[in-house]
């Protein structure tokens, strides 16, 4: 049976998911993405600037390879979340939105009171909402029952690039969770995205450590790699860590020297 | 007329222009963009239909690259 | 065959209908069982990671059952980690027999010469009293089903008294529709047991031929209605005895599981009913052991270890005090199981060897006997009074 990723509607087969912030290039993002084989890219919603007359990312996306997952980032609030769901629902992204509610700038740390209104409201509306979240076990249940069909804990904060800090709270997440897991931000080397899949996480989002590598589309094949090493360990069975040694060499017949 | 762009004035020599119209001045492609006119989203297919007055109010928005 | 509960499901049955009885029954004698894989995953649960279906499925096998002192050391070990020695006592009271079903093990059945009787609500009061003079405070209100002789208003009415009097009551009732359920929860009471006898499909319908217990998808989402009231208690079981009990534990799991997940904010409770010959003639095909019953108890509690393990006054006290050191960490004490049976005993109310109390221990003995080997018999945990 294949081991593919279903959220809402859609099915999976890469589960590094890849955020399209900060790259050098557009050309640099396209091949990024390319090489990679992704098939989910988060995209942001800015105002244009009229003088600038910048074209934005949409070239570099393949709508027939990639699900577009515009997020609301800048909303600090779930009003504003929501209208920005509503545009990026009008520009054409279609109806899955990941939530981004981070109303302090230095650490962006999801508000999850607002986070949870807001899914509430997007889903009525009939969004697919994966909220971003801090890896808080109650609130991913609480996400889970408002509708949302995926829930993605941050693994430390947005661009710190410092790994899977929340790891003891992701795992309990895993195990508790009824709907997709996906790992999202401070994901910081291909080890951290292959350690959040050896813990059962069903995805992860990827942007910065991608985007300011020296060599993006190195960089996304190591990661993509990564998550599938990571992902073939967790269904082979990881064996569990262990003080003592545990002889891999049979114990009886050492010969005698 | 006077329009606010994204929050910053822009002066035009007529009363009235259709959105469409109004981008082809500012040369600003209409591929993946969404326009807020005094609070209604306006979608691609609404830009020929709808006015910009005096006064009227856009927000301007694009796909950009994100996390 | 997908093992893993990873999908937003609507209702138990959902979930049920993707797992066949004979695959399962497979899959569990497909097992290699070596010794080595038996502490991989003892030391897998010993280390608090949650066991998976595989891992019980290994556990499930018949040579799996030879391990039963090292399954102990770690399922005690596991049961002491999340209840403490903690042993919390309560006690049914039967509010009636009536009952338009036909179960051909049970001594309810329609069929069955018993005299039915019914408690008012002054029998239910004098009941209380009795109850409350042995200590036990925390109630499980039971009762046969029938629409007809135990209406909606009279069973709410029970439930509010019970609620008012104790601090935490619990019912044992057929299976009834969400909104009687929220009800029930808003005038206090906080659980819901329903067992579902067996999740075998086929033996079922031949278990439960007549009345509305004959459906089984009913019945098998009961607890779903159950936590979408916001109960804080849901309990099951099978009747051990009436199918085979590695595919009848493997169900079990299944189910504590999905309820766990689904909700989140209940607490599962999983009981150990063993089936006994009938007055009828019924005779349970696939009896259990002392031993069976133990390593069964064992082995779900290293898969659930944040569930409450049940074991009643049908077991005798020496294999309910060992039971303890398997994990049991609920128990029935001086219950009576017929209508005001604390009160008084009626021979002609006697329904049979399914309400046979094999432990006449009165709770200051069971809680003294506890004591005995380090454990905290506990008669009053929880206050439902807290909900205001």
Request: charged share 25%; proline share 5%; hydrophobic share 40%.
């Amino acid at each position: 049976m294949k081991d593919n990723l279903k959220i809402a509607d859609k099915i999976f087969n890469n589960r590094l998911f890849l955020g399209t912030g900060k790259f050098p290039s557009l050309k640099s993002l396209k091949d990024s993405i390319e090489v990679s084989e992704v098939e989910m890219v988060t995209v942001a919603l800015r105002r244009v600037d009229v003088e600038k007359q910048d074209e934005g990312i949409i070239s570099a996306i393949d709508r027939t390879k990639q699900v577009l997952l515009p997020n609301t980032s800048g909303a600090r609030n779930a009003q504003e979340a929501v209208r920005l769901a509503k545009l990026a629902r009008a520009a054409g992204c279609g109806n899955w939105i990941k939530l981004e509610i981070t109303p302090e700038p230095r650490f962006l740390l999801p508000d999850p009171i607002q986070t949870l209104e807001a899914t509430k409201i997007l889903v009525a509306e009939g969004f697919i909402v994966l909220p971003y979240m801090n890896a808080d076990p109650v609130l991913a249940k609480l996400l889970e029952e408002a509708g949302a069909a995926a829930v993605m804990p941050l693994g430390s904060p947005i661009g710190s690039n410092r790994g899977l800090k929340t790891i003891d709270s992701v795992k309990i997440i895993i195990e508790q969770s009824n709907i997709p897991v996906v790992v999202d931000a401070g994901l910081g080397a291909p080890s951290d995205a292959s350690l959040a899949m050896e813990i059962g996480a069903d995805a992860v989002l990827v942007n910065t450590a991608i985007a300011i590598a020296r060599d993006p589309v190195g960089m996304a094949k190591a990661f993509s790699d990564a998550v599938r090493a990571g992902r073939l360990a967790y269904i082979s069975g990881l064996p569990l860590k262990s003080i003592q040694a545990n002889a891999s060499s049979p114990k009886e017949g050492v010969p005698v020297v | 007329m006077k329009v606010f762009i994204n929050d910053k004035e822009h002066s035009f020599d007529v009363n009235e222009l259709e959105v469409s119209a109004l981008l082809k001045e500012l040369g600003i492609k209409p591929d993946g963009l969404v326009i807020e006119l005094d609070n209604n989203v306006l979608t691609f297919n609404d830009f020929n239909t709808n006015l910009v007055k005096d006064g009227s109010r856009l927000e301007l928005i694009r796909i950009f690259g994100g996390g | 065959m997908p093992l893993a509960l990873k999908k937003v499901c609507q209702l138990f049955s959902d979930v049920f209908r993707e797992y066949d009885y004979k695959k399962i029954k497979g899959l569990i004698s497909e097992q290699k069982v070596s010794e080595e894989g038996i502490l991989r995953i003892l030391e897998k649960a010993g280390s608090l990671i949650q066991l998976n279906f595989e891992d019980l499925l290994f556990l499930l096998h018949p040579d799996s059952k030879k391990y039963i002192q090292e399954v102990q050391k770690i399922a005690h070990k596991l049961t002491i980690q999340r209840h403490g020695k903690v042993i919390k006592f309560y006690a049914p009271v039967y509010l009636s027999n009536e009952c338009c079903n036909s179960c051909i093990y049970c001594g309810f059945n329609i069929k069955s010469p018993i005299v039915r009787k019914t408690l008012s609500i002054d029998e239910i009061e004098q009941e209380i009293k009795a109850i409350k003079e042995l200590g036990i405070q925390h109630i499980l209100a039971v009762s046969g089903e029938s629409r007809g002789k135990i209406k909606f208003p009279y069973l709410s009415d029970a439930c509010s008294l019970l609620a008012k009097k104790f601090p935490s009551t619990s019912i044992e009732f057929a299976p009834m529709e969400l909104d009687e359920y929220k009800h029930l929860f808003d005038i206090g009471i906080e659980g819901v047991v329903s067992y579902q006898e067996t999740y075998n499909t086929e033996l079922y319908a031949k278990y439960h031929p007549a009345g509305p217990k004959k459906s089984m998808p009913n019945r098998l989402n009961t607890l779903d209605r159950a936590g979408q009231a916001g109960m804080r208690f849901v309990g099951l079981g099978a009747l051990l005895g009436l199918s085979e009990l590695a595919i009848e534990t493997f169900f079990m799991a299944l189910h504590a599981r999905y309820l766990e997940k689904k909700y989140w904010r209940t607490s599962v409770n999983l009981s150990f009913p063993r089936i006994r010959p009938s007055e009828t003639g019924f005779i349970p095909p696939y009896s259990v052991s002392d031993e069976e019953l133990f390593y069964t108890i064992a082995i779900l509690r290293l898969f659930l270890p944040d569930s409450n393990l049940v074991l009643s006054t049908r077991e005798a006290p020496e294999t309910r005090d060992v039971a303890v050191l398997y994990g049991i960490n609920q128990m029935s004490a001086g219950s009576k199981t017929q209508p005001l049976g604390y009160t008084e005993t009626k021979e002609e109310l006697h329904a049979g060897n399914q309400f046979y109390i094999a432990d006449n221990r009165t709770p200051e003995q069971i809680a003294k006997k506890l004591e005995s080997f380090g454990y905290d018999p506990v008669f009053k945990d929880w206050d439902a009074g807290f909900r205001e």
